[in-house]
């Protein structure tokens, strides 16, 4: 079972970036769609930036032009790259296929305060 590990969450003031990273236990890059989702508490699960395996992006309309996401295969691993944060980002931040398939990681928490 493919396990998938989050990193990079923390605290940063409103305008702040923040880098995350997802590693996978298998070479996965090249066989499924990835995504970033997020989910805060009593909130749904959310799809916020996806990369198809030819490396074609789709973002959501709250995080266009702040978000961005990539994968480097060789290294089993997908990057949300988020510039400008805002409060409401503040949530917690999950990756997994796009449709998800596997095992939920732990997240990486991401609080966005002044």
């Known amino acids: 079972q493919v396990q998938l590990v989050e990193s990079g969450g923390g605290k940063v003031q409103p305008g702040g970036s923040l880098r995350l990273s997802c590693v996978a236990s298998e070479s996965i890059s090249s066989l499924y769609a990835m995504g970033w989702y997020r989910q805060g508490p009593g909130k749904q699960r959310e799809l916020v930036a996806r990369?198809?395996?030819?490396?074609?992006?789709r973002y959501a309309d709250s995080v266009k032009g702040r978000f961005t996401i990539s994968r480097d295969g060789a290294k089993n691993t997908v990057y949300l790259q988020m510039n400008n944060l805002k409060p409401e980002d503040t949530d917690a931040y999950y990756c997994?296929?796009?449709?998800?398939?596997?095992?939920w990681g732990p997240g990486t928490q991401v609080t966005v305060s002044s």
């Open positions: 997994n296929s796009e449709p998800s398939v596997f095992l």
């Open positions: 990369i198809s395996t030819d490396g074609r992006t």
